[in-house]
């Protein structure tokens, strides 16, 4: 008699963790939902990347020694700005958003590759050891001059 009874308050002691469980589970679950997206993704208007800083004003711009950042849209069919330079050793800091459809964002030779998502900001960083002209691809099919999507970076 004694052992059931132990049982029976083992028993209500597990169902009652079990529910403080899955309470703090619901509880966190619905504190997570409740974010608003924009801390996750950074977030911005598809439709107004050219008033939306720093993508109103595209281009290259040196933020330290040997650090660039590269602010990039990517449009059917290419990637404004068309043409950057870096001196070789320098870390770029790419900062992509489409103004249209999904792209990729792909430097052959180097791992970076990355999907650019409209209303998306996609962020990589990579550093040049090796002077050379570098392709930047777009590898994700996005219509018909999808092929001849690409811009470069020189490195020297
Ligand atoms: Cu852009 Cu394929």
């Given at each position: 008699m004694h052992m059931h009874r132990l049982e029976k308050m083992w028993l209500t002691f597990g169902l009652v963790m079990l529910f403080v469980f899955l309470g703090v589970l619901g509880v966190s679950a619905f504190a997570m939902g409740l974010q608003p997206p924009s801390e996750h993704h950074h977030m911005i208007d598809p439709t107004k990347v050219s008033e939306t800083a720093p993508f109103d004003k595209p281009g290259i711009q040196k933020v330290a020694d040997k650090e660039y950042e590269a602010v990039m849209v990517a449009f059917a069919f290419g990637y404004n700005p068309d043409k950057m330079e870096v001196p070789v050793g320098s870390t770029v800091h790419f900062t992509v958003t489409s103004q249209d459809v999904i792209h990729g964002f792909e430097i052959p030779g180097t791992n970076v590759n990355m999907m650019v998502i409209p209303g998306e900001v996609s962020q990589v960083s990579h550093k040049f050891t090796k002077p050379g002209e570098y392709l930047i691809l777009c590898?994700?099919?996005?219509?018909?001059a999808h092929e001849y999507m690409a811009t470069k970076i020189v490195v020297k």
């Open positions: 590898n994700e099919y996005c219509g018909t």
